[in-house]
């Protein structure tokens, strides 16, 4: 544990100083610093917290071994502390070892068809439900931004903005960045006069969203702005007036839209936020493309031959091919009981990032 004392020193340090920044009244002033203080002093607290209990029980230790030295009763304390150390050790390796960024921040995630036509627009919704209601079970908001539905009532794309509780720890993105990519789909189509199972696929794209469009450096002229009259579900009087809004990003050629909201300028913000989301992953992904990392898992086209994931109907039956991960409780994830799976996933992720030098 001696190449964790450095960083456990900065970290006390910090968290001290946060913990004075947080109780200064000014500091609230400015809503968006006292947030980003509130959801650092969130994510160190559990480091500081487990490196105490550790402390205490290292010193425990220390005084059940001098007194076993006289009285061999104490040697079962001894063996108990000794336990206990190496889990406090270990859990203070897991919290030290290098985090995502991104963790705390809120996100926007699209769906959107592929192969498969109607059934997977149908699948596509299917999919968006299931990232609503699991955001509901976890108390988190979700608003659709927008949303282009097929004849049968399933999404063409959607594009959802989640957000979660205040200042918490670890974020929207903590749970959901591993979402990105191709979702394919088994079963038998409501389409299918037969009865046979076909395959289709939807893509997943996710993006942590930053907290304010300042934080990426996006240039006015390099934008065209169009204004069309909404088709979504947005609410009354949607349909008339002109104040959905398109926003496309010349030198990427990145195009975002949203309907959902009551006015032009509302949706313009919104589409803005979107955008600024993208522009942020594109330059992070551009960034780390020579590292091979975060978003190599996400799509690239929305082909069944990049799945990361597959959902088997007549089985019942849910497996995540980058973990190996299978269980046959499909009905139950698709209703947003989804922690085991997302479990698996940061598991597997945690251990990906002990093991990086």
């Not at 594109?282 to 799509?299: N, V």
């Amino acid at each position: 544990m001696s190449d964790t004392a450095p960083a456990i020193d900065a970290i006390l340090a910090e968290h001290a100083d946060l913990e004075s920044r947080l109780s200064d009244p000014e500091l609230h002033t400015d809503p968006g610093a006292a947030r980003k203080a509130g959801r650092r002093f969130a994510r160190i607290s559990p480091i500081v917290a487990t490196h105490r209990k550790l402390e205490a029980a290292r010193g425990d230790l220390q005084a059940a071994r001098e007194l076993a030295c006289d009285d061999d009763s104490f040697a079962d304390e001894v063996q108990e502390l000794t336990s206990t150390v190496r889990e406090l050790e270990d859990q203070l390796t897991d919290l030290l070892a290098p985090r995502d960024p991104h963790d705390g921040d809120d996100i926007l995630l699209e769906v959107k068809s592929g192969e498969g036509g109607e059934e997977s627009a149908l699948f596509a919704a299917d999919l968006a439900r299931m990232y609503i209601r699991y955001a509901e079970r976890r108390g988190w908001s979700v608003t659709v931004l927008d949303e282009t539905t097929s004849d049968l009532g399933g999404y063409k794309d959607a594009t959802l903005s989640i957000a979660g509780k205040g200042d918490a720890a670890d974020g929207v993105w903590s749970r959901l960045k591993f979402e990105g990519g191709v979702h394919r789909v088994q079963r038998v189509p409501v389409t299918e006069s037969q009865g046979r199972v076909h395959t289709s696929a939807a893509g997943v794209l996710v993006y942590p969203e930053p907290e304010e469009v300042e934080q990426v450096q996006i240039d006015e002229s390099d934008l065209r702005i169009d204004v069309y009259r909404s088709s979504g579900k947005g609410g009354q009087g949607v349909n008339t007036t002109d104040s959905a809004v398109r926003i496309t990003h010349l030198p990427t050629g990145i195009v975002v839209t949203c309907q959902n909201e009551r006015s032009q300028l509302q949706n313009r913000a919104r589409a803005m936020q979107v955008l600024a989301a993208r522009l942020q992953a594109l330059a992070e992904e551009q960034a780390q493309a020579d590292a091979s990392a975060d978003r190599a898992s996400q799509i690239r086209t929305v082909d069944r031959s990049e799945r990361i994931r597959t959902y088997n109907f007549p089985e019942n039956r849910i497996a995540d091919h980058r973990i190996n991960f299978k269980a046959h409780n499909l009905d139950q994830v698709l209703d947003g009981d989804m922690d085991s799976l997302l479990d698996a996933l940061e598991a597997a992720d945690r251990q990906s990032r002990l093991q990086s030098p």
